[in-house]
């Protein structure tokens, strides 16, 4: 059973760079054909997706957040990794990792996010 | 980007009860499109994807339909278990993936 795993720190300043890392245990990172997502939750609010990364490193961002996004992967960790740049107040939110999955076929079209890591909430303030 | 628009964005119902909860998309999204049940303090997590399909382990009274613009999430008779806030999600578009904006469904 796929579990992920978000860490980093709980505390960023404005400005700075705000890192987070998921780990991903029960199956590797290469495997399968997913992807890799960052979605975030600004406290009390509704779900915002932030991009995804594939194994390969091949990465698709959020337009509203591209800028300041960078994503990767380390495969020999099993892990992927969200930098954010320059985070304000504005970037205060609970962080999520999930696996990405879907179908193409006759009966199906989707893709969908499954499972997701339990969350790690980030505060921007100085 | 596709805009999601939930209704209603909150409920109350009763045990027992038949909970209907729509979503609409400003454009088309095909079949794209999932509902996510979200717990206090907890992660969300899949309930439906490709707009009709159950997902391993979830419970058959909940259940999904539509396609292109509008859909809907079922649940045929509220367990206590089932109060939570509900997103629908679309991954037509790619890279503006988006959800609605919630569906608290609460006890009556």
């Known amino acids: 059973q796929v579990q992920l795993q978000e860490s980093g720190p709980g505390l960023v300043k404005p400005s700075q760079t705000l890192s987070l890392a998921c780990s991903v245990s029960?199956?590797?990172?290469?495997?399968?054909?997913?992807?890799w997502n960052w979605i975030r939750q600004h406290p009390g609010k509704g779900l915002e997706w932030i991009g995804y990364?594939?194994?390969?490193?091949?990465?698709y961002y959020n337009p509203s957040l591209k800028s300041r996004v960078t994503m990767s992967v380390d495969t020999s960790k099993n892990q992927l990794s969200l930098d954010l740049r320059s985070v304000s107040a504005a970037d205060t939110a609970v962080y999520y990792c999930?696996?990405?999955?879907?179908?193409?076929?006759?009966?199906?079209?989707?893709?969908?996010?499954?499972?997701w890591g339990q969350g790690t909430l980030v505060t921007v303030s100085s | 980007d596709i805009e999601m628009t939930q209704s209603p964005s909150s409920l109350s119902a009763s045990v027992g009860d038949r909970v209907t909860i729509t979503c609409r998309a400003s454009?088309?999204?095909?079949?794209?499109l999932n509902w996510y049940q979200q717990k206090p303090g907890k992660a969300p997590k899949v309930l439906i994807f490709?707009?009709?399909s159950l997902q391993s382990g979830v419970p058959s009274r909940f259940s999904g339909s539509g396609s292109g613009t509008d859909f809907t999430l079922t649940i045929s008779s509220l367990h206590p278990e089932d109060f939570a806030t509900y997103y629908c999600?679309?991954?037509?578009?790619?890279?503006?993936?988006?959800f609605g904006q919630g569906t608290k469904v609460e006890i009556k």
């Open positions: 990364i594939y194994s390969s490193g091949s990465a």
């Open positions: 029960g199956d590797s990172i290469s495997s399968g054909g997913y992807y």
């Open positions: 999600q679309q991954t037509y578009t790619t890279p503006t993936w988006t």
């Open positions: 999930a696996r990405g999955d879907h179908c193409s076929d006759t009966n199906c079209y989707g893709r969908w996010f499954d499972p």
């Open positions: 454009d088309t999204v095909g079949t794209y």
């Open positions: 490709a707009a009709s």
